[in-house]
């Protein structure tokens, strides 16, 4: 729905992206390349460096790192281990992080507690 949005209204938009993996960033750079501001939130701080440097530590995803460079370049995407702080200046949140199974199938929710705690 957001992407569908007339364009003067999303753009004054704030999402929030916590987890900047594999779909993750996907999804941050999209959303910034439509005009939304994004801050993107990620526990790992070389993952926040690499973005903040207009980079993308995802490699096989064709066209990613283009659009992660221009949208830090445009000042609609930045990335921020401070996940309540993001979460505090956004008015849309994104939770995309993985859920672990245990060889038993018993799904690990600490990685998702630990997102929503934040």
């Known amino acids: 729905m957001l992407l569908t949005m007339p364009s003067e209204q999303r753009d004054a938009l704030t999402v929030a992206v916590v987890g900047l993996g594999k779909i993750g960033l996907p999804l941050a750079a999209q959303f910034?390349?439509?005009?939304?501001?994004?801050?993107?939130?990620?526990?790992?701080?070389?993952v926040v460096a690499t973005i903040n440097a207009g980079h993308s530590h995802i490699h096989e995803e064709?066209?990613?790192e283009e659009a992660v460079a221009a949208a830090v370049a445009a000042g609609?995407?930045?990335?921020t281990v401070d996940?309540?702080?993001a979460v505090t200046a956004a008015d849309v949140v994104v939770v995309i992080?993985?859920?672990?199974?245990?060889?038993?199938?018993?799904?690990?929710f600490s990685i998702l507690d630990s997102a929503t705690n934040a």
């Open 32 to 46: 910034a390349g439509k005009g939304t501001s994004v801050i993107g939130c990620d526990v790992l701080a070389d």
């Open 62 to 64: 064709p066209g990613l």
């Open 76 to 79: 609609r995407l930045r990335a």
């Open 83 to 85: 996940t309540t702080a």
């Open 97 to 108: 992080v993985p859920l672990m199974v245990d060889a038993r199938r018993a799904i690990d």
